[in-house]
C-alpha cells in the first residue's frame, strides 16, 4: 500500500477521527492503572486521553511519522505493523480506532490481538463498515478503470460486514459481547481535497506525481453531487463497526 502521513496535517484535517473515538472510550472499564494496547494510535490525540483516563498505555502504529509525533507527547508508543504483532499476554485490553480498516489481513490482525491480550482481556475496537466511503470507493474505482488500471489492486480499506467479522472473532477464540454497524455521515472540516490527499493517497499510486493533484480534482467533481451539501459543507458517507469481545482463556 502507497499511504505516507504527515502528522501536522493529520492533526489540521482530521481531528475529527480521534474526536469521534472519544465516544468509543465509554465501552472500557475503569481504567484503574490496567494495561492497555492503542493499535493504530496514530499521533496519539486519543491515546493522551486514554493516558489521562489513569490506562498504562502502550501505542503502536505502522507509521513511524506518526510514532514520532507520539513520542512528543509523552506516550509510550513504537513503530509495529497490526499484521504482525510482537505482543505475548501482555494486556488487560486492546483499543482500537478507526485504524483496523487500513490491515487488509483481519485474520493476522487477531492472531496477533489474541496474543497479545492476557487470558479474559477485551478488545474494544471501531472500524469502517461494509458501505464505508462507499460513495468514494467507486468513484476512484471508475477513474481508475478509465484509466486501464485494476481498482481492487490500489484500494487500501479492508471494510467488513458485522456478521464477517464476528464469523472471524469467533473463529480465533473470542467471545462477542457487542457488535453492531452504523451509519454515521461526517461533515468535514474543510475541502474534500484535503481529505482525498490524506485517505485516499493510495488509489493514486498507479499515476504519475504530476497527474495525482488532477486525479483528486477529479473525483471532488464526480463527488460533488453526492457529498457536497447545499450549505457548502461536504459529509462523507461514513459506516462504522463497533464492537467488544473478549479472548477466552
Ligand atoms: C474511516 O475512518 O472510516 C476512514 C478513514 C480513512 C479512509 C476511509 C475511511
Redesign the pocket.
Known amino acids: 500500500m502507497n499511504q505516507s502521513w504527515d502528522p501536522k496535517l493529520y492533526s489540521r484535517d482530521a481531528a475529527f477521527?480521534s474526536n469521534y473515538g472519544t465516544d468509543l472510550l465509554s465501552m472500557l472499564d475503569p481504567a484503574e492503572g490496567r494495561s492497555l494496547l492503542d493499535l493504530g494510535c496514530g499521533e496519539g490525540a486519543l491515546t493522551e486521553k486514554l493516558l489521562s483516563l489513569g490506562w498504562n498505555v502502550t501505542g503502536v502504529d505502522s507509521s513511524e511519522e506518526q510514532v514520532r509525533a507520539a513520542l512528543m507527547r509523552g506516550i509510550s508508543a513504537k513503530v509495529m505493523d497490526g499484521e504482525h504483532l510482537k505482543f505475548d499476554e501482555t494486556f488487560d485490553y486492546v483499543f482500537s480506532n478507526?485504524a483496523l480498516?487500513w490491515m487488509k489481513k483481519p485474520k493476522k490482525v487477531l492472531d496477533g490481538v489474541w496474543n497479545a491480550l492476557k487470558a479474559g482481556g477485551s478488545f474494544v475496537g471501531e472500524?469502517?463498515a461494509c458501505g464505508?466511503?462507499e460513495s468514494?470507493v467507486r468513484i476512484a474505482s471508475n477513474i481508475l478503470m478509465e484509466k486501464g488500471f485494476d481498482p481492487k489492486e490500489f484500494n487500501p480499506?479492508y471494510f467488513p460486514s458485522e456478521d464477517e467479522y464476528s464469523e472471524l472473532l469467533i473463529a480465533r477464540g473470542f467471545s462477542i459481547e457487542s457488535i453492531q454497524t452504523f451509519r454515521r455521515p461526517t461533515e468535514l472540516p474543510g475541502d474534500i481535497l484535503d481529505w482525498l490527499t490524506i485517505?485516499?493517497q493510495s488509489f493514486t499510486s498507479p499515476l504519475k506525481n504530476s497527474h495525482k493533484k488532477q486525479f483528486y480534482c477529479e473525483m471532488r467533481e464526480r463527488l460533488k453531487g453526492q457529498l457536497l451539501s447545499d450549505e457548502g459543507k461536504w459529509i462523507v458517507d461514513?459506516v462504522?463497526l463497533r464492537f467488544k469481545a473478549f479472548r477466552l482463556v
Open positions: 477521527v478507526a480498516h472500524m469502517g464505508n466511503v468514494v480499506w485517505f485516499a461514513y462504522r
